[in-house]
């Protein structure tokens, strides 16, 4: 595609319910990041995918979260038992290689009630 | 300890103003500095800056880097109302040569 996209654009779930956010990066792009912002905060590193495999995934707070990118093209970040700290926006971007300008796609704003 | 610093956090201004916004860093293997402009929730990319004194310009928009007093600036001439948004700064260190580490960002209203 033309750009980083990502869905759903907002997501509203009940504590302790599990949620999936997905990314679908630029066509051709090998390096897809996740980063999460919080309001008033500029967006905090979680996880980098080279390919298909997490080559870091320092920045995911607890075993909560998990992401996957099987084919090496899309992304799901996976956070499960949602607690109401999780809520923030989820960015995804992708650059054409490790280290390349990341564009960003438009983000989903989760809420967790 | 934040690595990225901006100021001001925020900033109010008139159309035709002109802007500087700053940013400092802290770290230690510096591989380079990038800006973005954050209108809603997706930052769109501006500059990126690896070298001392060299002025990256794009229309309105310019942005220099000083490695050994550690920040860039950001400058905005003629401002329009299009220029209102969240103004993020990030740096990229050596040791991983790809997470951006972002400063709060810098909310920048520009009124008619």
């Known amino acids: 595609g033309a750009g980083v996209s990502q869905t759903p654009s907002n997501k509203v779930t009940e504590k302790g319910k599990y949620v999936e956010l997905r990314c679908d990066p630029i066509s051709g792009h090998t390096a897809l990041y996740w980063y999460r912002q919080s309001l008033g905060q500029g967006p905090e590193f979680l996880i980098y995918f080279q390919g298909t495999g997490a080559a870091d995934d320092s920045g995911l707070p607890n075993d909560r979260f998990f992401a996957v990118r099987p084919e090496g093209s899309v992304s799901t970040l996976k956070i499960q038992r949602t607690e109401r700290g999780d809520s923030a926006v989820y960015l995804c971007?992708?650059?054409?290689?490790?280290?390349?300008?990341?564009?960003f796609g438009q983000g989903t704003r989760l809420t967790v009630v | 300890e934040d690595k990225v610093v901006q100021s001001p956090l925020s900033l109010v201004v008139h159309e035709g103003d002109t802007v500087t916004l700053n940013c400092s860093y802290e770290v230690t293997n510096f591989r380079s500095l990038l800006w973005y402009k954050q209108e809603k929730k997706a930052p769109t990319f501006l500059f990126m800056l690896?070298?001392?004194?060299i002025e990256k310009k794009s229309g309105r928009l310019s942005s220099i880097l000083d490695k050994k007093e550690l920040f860039s600036i950001l400058n905005i001439t003629a401002t329009q109302t299009g220029d209102s948004a969240i103004y993020l700064c990030a740096v990229v260190e050596s040791n991983s040569g790809y997470a951006l580490n972002f400063g709060k960002g810098t909310s920048l209203l520009v009124t008619p």
């Open positions: 971007a992708s650059s054409l290689a490790r280290g390349s300008i990341a564009f």
């Open positions: 690896t070298s001392s004194g």
